[in-house]
């Protein structure tokens, strides 16, 4: 039965109903701009009505709660493209800076000069003119300067993919470096959540867990497991945990055979070839692209040389002492690059001459001559071998730059899947907002007739007034 | 269907890339170049650069040719003027041998071969740029020496008996020099040590008994030397024509590494303006789209 103290507390809670909504629409205006925020709805619920007796009674008020409009695989979808595109976007430029090392500019003489390829045709140049003319000094000089330029070459490339790397360890303490702060505040987060919304979504405790774990994504990939209680559990790619309910397991860096590695897990061990985030990317970079660079580069040096030290021991110099090496260069390829020096203490060692011929013969200095033109490295000649080489490094990193941007696309796409539900709109909250204001004006208008209506009710059969 | 209200932040990743993409336009432009680091055209550079090699190999050959022709210019021209001298040594002593002359001219005829074999010996030792041209491979030591002290005079050589050579980009050998021993003092026909001979033969006024043998050797001698002049005339116009087909690719070969690094400037600069209206617009978009929303228009 509907009485008049009735309809004063439904007035009053379709007020107290109509703030709350308010609220959330103000709520949802100011956090607009907030990371990972994710906009709230309000929920008017009617209250529960029995029936008793053939009467309807019960609780007639009206409430509000704020709901989240959430969906956990657009949210999921969004943190693993932020990982994939965290991992391209480094490895692409660590690949960029590597690729400096190879920059092909113009001269006046060649449309496509590079640092070592410039290095190799004034080698080979030198001793052309050297076959032409095996015993004058200047001529000789030249030769030994063209080397020198060579082993330069070969030294300076290698120092600059050794210094990449250098930093790219560096880059990889910085960032694991972060990722315990993020990981601890995720395990103070869950244990919030667990202990006030175990059961349903958890409203903006869940938004800065989520924020969170899409921070650390960006730095790690890292699997996502819903555990009880409304917590989450990481793992990073390789199977190591780094959040599991309330605790966080903290990650360090150490030193592996000169590279960083993360150590992380419960025992802490380490984890090679993690995946996912700019660590994943500069992993990459690291210990795949850049020792595969590194790699040709030694075969080139360590071929080349030992191919010319070979001649050179064949023949004679003019004052008719036998030849010796010319470079000197490590045991074996690996290395090569960067350690290759000329080993000639004068342009007097160079052997022009085959060992039957006098101080001018040029047999052995056409043989040199001939290196050039030999496949002396990977069954082709030098040059070929360095511009297949060339050709590589522009395809690796044409590739990258092409992954780079399918995963960026990607990670705006899956942005705006989650946007498209998550996001306040502002057009939206302006409505609700003007729904809301309406509503409470038409309550405080109830409000006041039953006012009246009470005033009436009070003063039935009598002549006087109460107002 | 609900859309996403923060589309227009999406927008300015297109402006970055538009922006990115109007740098890389402007630096071609700029270069003249197209493929300035391998990504660029991967295939295009690694192209350019195997022909760079063979371009500087052809650049090589034809420089070096050029140095080679000279020296052996010089010795083709001393054997020419040897040629001149022996012919008139020859015609000497077929006077001498004539029976013409007397003893005091075939004395005289003595003395005249006497310069001329000098003259020979002279041409032998022959140097380009302070390199015997005739020692063979021992180029650095003056390869004859003639002593008159001993009637007939001795004649000693002392560079060796092997060539240079040098190798045609096509991989041919060719011998750019004749050692002295093939030329002057060839065994069974030796220029020099016939002159000496017939020097002897004639000193005494009345001409030996093997005073004609010696002409036969002589003319013999000529002979020889004419062929090893020609064979070296031959190695000569063989560098020189492939030094000329050097030169000649090594500029096509420039001119294809040229085409396939190099900006296309008409298409660069076409593109550069669609991107710079391209990117006009999409400013006048991201400018106007999100600048009203609804709370603008309420309670006006």
Redesign the interface.
Known sequence: MATMMGLMYLSESALNADQEAINITSNNVANQNTPGYTREVANFQDGDTVSLNGYQTGDETVSVSAQSQRDSVLEQMLQQQTSSSGQTSSRLAALQSV??L?????TS??????TI??A???F??SL??L??????SATREDVVSAAQTLVSAFNSTAQGLNSETTELNSQITTAASQINGLTSSIAQLNEQISQYSPNQDAGTLEDQRQEDIDQLSAIIGVNQLTSNGNGVMLTTSTGAVLVSGTTSYNVSTTPVDGNTQLVAGDPPTVQADVTGGSIGGMMQARDQDIPTMMSSLDQLAYSLGTAVNTQNEAGDT?SGTAGTAFFSLPSSASGSAGAISLSLSSADDIAT?AT????????NA?AL??I??SAVVGGQ?A??Y???F?????????SA?TANTTA?TSL?QA???R???S?????????N??QYQRSYEAAAKVFSIVNELLADTINLGTETTVS | MRVDPLYSLGLSGSLDSLTQNENTLTEQLSSGLAVSSPSDNPLAASGAIALSGQISQDDAYTQAASGIESQMNVANAALSSAVTQITKAISLAVEGLGGTLDSSDITSTSQQLASIRDEIVSLANTSYAGSYVFAGTASNTQPFSVDTSTSPATTTYSGDNNSQYTETPGGQKIATSVPGSAIFTASGASIIDTLNNLVADFASGTPSSSASADLATLKDGLTNLSTQQSTLGNSLSVIESTSTYASTNEAALTAAQTSMVSTDTSKVATELSSNETQQQALLDVISSAGKYNLFSYMNQ
């Open positions: 690729e400096n190879f920059g092909i500019s113009s003489s060649n449309a496509s000069s590079t390829g410039s190799l045709s004034g080979f140049s052309t003119s076959s032409a003319n095996p015993t004058d003019p001459a039957t011929e006098g101080s001018s013969g040029t047999t056409l001559e001939n050039g033109t000649t040059t070929n360095f511009a297949d060339i050709g590589q490094v522009g395809d690796t990193v044409s730059t960026t705006t942005q705006t899947a946007d498209s539900l996001a306040v709109s502002l057009d939206e909250e302006a409505q907002l003007t």
